[in-house]
């Protein structure tokens, strides 16, 4: 009976500490990726201080498969002057994304690149249009018909983790979203290329993402939870939340 009782002592501390330790890991893979997402932040406000205030320029895309794809020049020249280190652009909480198949997805030269992080630089046909960020510094943005005035910088979004669902799983709801699938989600195919076929959220609590790292224009990070989030990109495409 005592050799039971010392049994299921033993067992229950296991569980503790197994429990202790996971908690530890997940607050870790969060700081790294909080690192990242400010690195790629302040590089670009870095680059825009280098460029009258300008943000790097993407070639445009009307039907990206979503707001982590890198066409050039960002590809090549930004990330090569800025952002030396591959491992930056991509989320800690989702290592598999860090692939050489999502590294060059396209072999054209400059190459394209699906990143893990998602950015609202200028030319991301994926983004919606009043998400996008020209200049480093807050401007006024246009939604629909109406010319709202410049946001606080430190409300401004400009780089966020990823976080993704199903192309029209888009509501906000809190009953629907939570029936989203948040892994293994279907990215889109464009004119028979080659795509990563699959996207996961990269902080999952029982296959629901629990938010994610967002980076702002005033060149601040933060820890943002899923239900603060809303969806960004455009109809018909993978929708990604920030």
Known sequence: ???????AIIGILAALLLSALSAA??????????????????????????????LPVMQLITDSVGPCLLTPPVSTEFLKSYLPSRNVMYDPGNPS?????????LKTFPPWRLIGYAV????????????????????PVQSG????????????????GTVATETGQNKT????RSTYNYDNVPLVEIDGDRWAPMVRSSHLIRRMAAGDNQGMLD????????????????????????
């Open 25 to 54: 890991k997940e607050r870790a893979i969060r700081t790294k990726c909080l690192s990242n997402v400010k690195q790629i932040t302040l590089a670009s406000l870095y680059y825009g201080g280098d460029n009258r205030d300008r």
């Open 219 to 242: 060149g601040s990070a933060r820890w943002r939870k899923l239900r603060d989030m809303t969806p960004r990109t455009t109809p018909g495409s993978t929708t990604f939340w920030w």
């Open 97 to 105: 994304w860090n692939a050489d198949a999502n590294w060059v997805v």
């Open 173 to 176: 709801n809190a009953a629907l």
């Open 120 to 139: 609202t630089y200028p030319g991301n046909g994926a983004v919606k249009a009043d998400d996008i960020n020209y200049f480093s510094t807050p401007q």
């Open 1 to 7: 009976m005592e050799l039971l009782v010392v049994i």
């Open 145 to 160: 018909a109406i010319l709202i005035p410049p946001p606080n910088a430190s409300e401004r979004f400009f780089a966020a």
